[in-house]
T-cell receptor
Framework: DGGITQSPKYLFRKEGQNVTLSCEQN?????MYWYRQDPGQGLRLIYY???????QKGDIAEGYSVSREKKESFPLTVTSAQKNPTAFYLC???????????FGPGTRLTVL | RKEVEQDPGPFNVPEGATVAFNCTYS??????FFWYRQDCRKEPKLLMS???SGNEDGRFTAQLNRASQYISLLIRDSKLSDSATYLC?????????FGTGTSLTVIP
């Protein structure tokens, strides 16, 4: 079955630790995205990638980093520099930058 | 000003009712438009794309008004399973913008 997977589903982190969230897709999509969703707020774009080995900052990139070494994979690292990392993180992919996005099931990160 | 604005609701409607949501966008150069559905603590799922000519999928009808810069979603004959948050999404060609969502609860 084609789709997007994210792991882990739940993640707990101590303050000061970096943590990496996984996102994999087998839809053969070129574009991939990372969003963060906080209660009562819309999705906010962290980073996006239009093609392998290229990525761009979104609206709230500070404290985050990404890589796009393979078409299928777009991992997100939440660094200790991110001031308020507790949130629901969603990965998405699309054929191109104007096409509908498909989302993974998300990762809930809680900083203790 | 936000790129995309939606009435957050909540909308509480009885089963069988017709309900409509509107969404306005600020960038007149926006190129593609979508409605997504998001259940509690789950990921958004594509409900339908919105075309200039309007489009219908069963009980769901989406309309786009470029002159007034809004899109709408009409749900006819509401079912209990329609209870969710509906997200309006606008694409400007190089970025997607999400509304904060409109909450719908269909009551038996």
């Amino acid at each position: 079955d084609g789709g997007i997977t994210q792991s882990p589903k739940y993640l707990f982190r101590k303050e000061g630790q970096n943590v990496t969230l996984s996102c994999e897709q087998n839809l053969n999509h070129d574009a991939m995205y990372w969003y963060r969703q906080d209660p009562g707020q819309g999705l906010r774009l962290i980073y996006y990638s239009q093609i392998v080995n290229d990525f761009q900052k979104g609206d709230i990139a500070e404290g985050y980093s990404v890589s796009r070494e393979k078409k299928e994979s777009f991992p997100l690292t939440v660094t200790s520099a991110q001031k308020n990392p507790t949130a629901f993180y969603l990965c998405a992919s699309s054929i191109g930058m104007r096409d509908e996005q498909f989302f993974g099931p998300g990762t809930r990160l809680t900083v203790l | 000003r936000k790129e995309v604005e939606q009435d957050p609701g909540p909308f509480n409607v009885p089963e069988g009712a017709t309900v409509a949501f509107n969404c306005t966008y600020s960038n007149s150069a926006s190129q593609s438009f979508f409605w997504y559905r998001q259940d509690c603590r789950k990921e958004p799922k594509l409900l339908m794309s919105v075309y200039s000519s309007g489009n219908e999928d069963g009980r769901f009808t989406a309309q786009l008004n470029r002159a007034s810069q809004y899109i709408s979603l009409l749900i006819r004959d509401s079912k209990l399973s329609d209870s969710a948050t509906y997200l309006c999404v606008v694409n400007t060609g190089n970025q997607f913008y999400f509304g904060t969502g409109t909450s719908l609860t269909v009551i038996p």
